[in-house]
């Protein structure tokens, strides 16, 4: 038996089928409201053991045998939930669940940076965003020189041996990883609190902090020669030139 089940927020709904030699051929279909029907819905109040107890529940009212189902598919949606496309090179099995892990945890626990960058990309003109880093602050130099605070931030990875450096001046000038540069000005570097999605200014930075880098494309108007000349990276007695953060 094959069983497709949708969990939502206020119902949780099934079909079942059996596959043919023609195809497949519905065997059942129903739903459970996920809250207490003798209460009023609260989506605030629902959590993990309602939907448990919904699903069991649905599955004794439409009398069906979990130890029969074969193969189960099933859809979350709403706010708490995610999708992304994840591309990668061509590997091993044992290296490509690593790497699949290593990208997810990105994204995990989900803290708003999904929904910005998404929104960044239906502005107009769209701009472009991605999560550079996910890591902890390992070491953190900030000193005040002529007025601006200006230091490094160095984070370490939480899930390989990989670090990150970023550089500051009062704003974070440019993040790098593994001698490549990922994001520099003007294109925005954002620090991240990585459970509340808050954010971090270079003065609220602290060692031990769990902290996601996130970078923002900025307007072609600040990509100009006469921008960056004035907050490019030579601008900051960088060494390098400026290179969009989609072309990174």
Not at 32 to 41: H, Y
Not at 71 to 94: F, H, R, Y
Not at 123 to 149: A, C, H, I, M
């Amino acid at each position: 038996m094959f069983l497709g089940l949708d969990i939502g927020r206020q119902y949780v709904k099934m079909v079942a089928m059996n596959k043919t030699k023609d195809g497949y051929k519905l065997i059942d279909a129903g739903q459970r409201l996920v809250p207490d029907p003798n209460q009023a819905f609260d989506p605030d109040k629902i959590d993990t053991h309602h939907w448990v107890m919904a699903i069991k529940e649905l599955l004794r009212q439409q009398g069906l045998n979990p130890k029969k189902i074969k193969i189960l598919a099933t859809g979350i949606s709403g706010a708490s939930a995610s999708v992304k496309q994840i591309t990668t090179m061509d590997m091993p099995t044992e290296e490509l669940a690593s790497a699949m892990t290593f990208e997810a945890r990105k994204h995990i626990p989900m803290d708003g940076t999904d929904a910005v960058i998404d929104y960044m990309k239906m502005s107009n003109p769209s701009r472009f965003g991605k999560v550079l880093f996910l890591g902890k602050v390992t070491d953190l130099l900030r000193e005040t020189v002529n007025g601006f605070t200006k230091g490094t931030l160095r984070l370490k990875s939480l899930s390989n041996e990989n670090e990150l450096l970023v550089e500051f001046q009062n704003e974070f000038l440019y993040a790098k990883s593994n001698d490549k540069v990922l994001a520099m000005v003007p294109d925005l570097i954002c620090a991240l609190d990585s459970e509340s999605g808050e954010p971090i200014t270079t003065d609220g930075l602290r060692y031990g902090q769990r902290i996601k880098i996130v970078s923002i494309s900025v307007p072609p108007v600040m990509r100009t020669k006469k921008a960056l000349d004035l907050f490019g990276p030579k601008a900051f007695g960088l060494n390098f030139d400026y290179v969009p953060l989609e072309d990174l």
